[in-house]
């Protein structure tokens, strides 16, 4: 997968578009790119859709991003979360609690 986006990326030709602004007045750029068929196209990457998960938003539902006044430059993806690759395995399960998972202490 990583190989397939590594040879989309040198195939890929871009332009950085003029500055434009979303209905609620966010200034943002994006780019036009030529894909690997020919065909030309115009995107726009990590445009957030919602407030960040943060403080009194943490476990909520998402709230609609506020207008911003910086222009944000869609022509990269932002940082992603951290992501911990089998982060189930981190917890710790000793052989008392695997016994208990098996044959459990209040099982008929």
């Not at 003029?18 to 894909?35: C, K, Q, R, T």
Request: hydrophobic share 40%; glycine share 6%.
């Amino acid at each position: 997968m990583q190989c397939a986006l590594y040879l989309s990326a040198l195939i890929l030709q871009s332009w950085t578009l003029d500055l434009i602004y979303l209905h609620d007045g966010s200034p943002l750029f994006g780019e036009e790119v030529i894909a690997p068929h020919g065909k030309r196209l115009t995107q726009f990457l990590g445009i957030p859709f919602a407030e960040p998960p943060i403080g009194n938003l943490r476990f909520r539902k998402p709230k609609p991003k506020h207008p911003w006044r910086t222009p944000l430059n869609a022509t990269v993806w932002p940082n992603s979360c951290i992501q911990v690759r089998g982060a189930l395995f981190l917890l710790r399960i000793g052989k008392k609690h695997i016994k208990e998972l098996s044959h459990p202490s209040n099982a008929n």
